[in-house]
């Protein structure tokens, strides 16, 4: 072991996966197979395994789920090396405002409320992410957008056609569209989204459209300029990062004239 992989060195560049003993490389992984449970699907799941790099591997769990296909996990070592100083984070680039400073912000600079319009599209009934981020009773501590008396908020609920939402976004004149995509089966996610910013640069004047805002457990941040929208917030989002980012975006006129 040499020095960048010695835990007792302040904050190592190389690490590996820890499982009995630092820097072991144990992993666990799960997935299932389209195969009856019996020993050539456990033979097919360490196969698997071992083309994923995991060498040796063990199956430490497989569970028939129906006739045709069997459930796995599988424990074993790794040898690949994280260097942690090339690792890519999609930082914030905005401050958290406290509710308080968002309003004051809202009313000296916009001097109207903030009016937001958000929804679940799609066949997605998922709304507990959107009533986390909308609804008074917010999330993880934090009040959601209904608190802020600065922001009109409109929730649509679940369901909601791209067409409606369009329809609903003009009407309200919204500033911000805040739409929540939990169901990903088949990337429904991201077809869902690209519908919905088509809809939008077809119903708005050029640089005229509300800002667009997705949010979801399954999305990736670093995606919102191939998807056309403006932000996207991932699992564990807060209300505040939403009100700041959309003071952030309106107030401070940070919106960039390529992605309208
Ligand atoms: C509760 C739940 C349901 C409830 C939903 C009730 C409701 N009113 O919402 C019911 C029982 C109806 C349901 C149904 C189904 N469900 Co369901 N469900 C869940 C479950 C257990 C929890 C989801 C949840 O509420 N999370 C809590 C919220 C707070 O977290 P969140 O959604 O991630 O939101 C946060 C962030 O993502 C973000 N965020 C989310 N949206 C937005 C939007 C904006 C604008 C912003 C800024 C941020 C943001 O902020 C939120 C707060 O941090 C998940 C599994 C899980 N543990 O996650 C499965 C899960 C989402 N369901 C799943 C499935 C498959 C279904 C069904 C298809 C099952 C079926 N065969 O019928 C149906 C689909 C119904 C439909 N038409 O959509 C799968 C989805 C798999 C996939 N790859 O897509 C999951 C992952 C379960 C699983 N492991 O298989 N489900």
Redesign the pocket.
Known sequence: MNDQMNPSVDAPVVIRPYGDTTGDGMVQVSFTLPLAHDKRAEGAALQLANKMGISPALVVHAKAMGPEFTFFIVYGTVHHLVEVDKVVVFERDYELLTPKDANAAVREQLGRPLVTV?A?IG???????????LNIKG??GEKGLEYYGEFEVHNLG??VSVPELVNQAIAFHADAV????????KD?HLANVRELTAAFREAYPHGRRPLI???????DPTMAAELGVD?I??????PGE?ASYLVHAMVNQQRKASDV
């Open positions: 958000g679940c066949s997605d009934a998922h709304t507990v992410g959107i009533d986390a981020i999330f993880a679940a369901q805040l739409v929540s995509q939990v169901v990903t089966q429904a805002v997705v949010g979801g457990p399954r999305f932000r917030f991932g699992k564990g989002t807060t939403v």
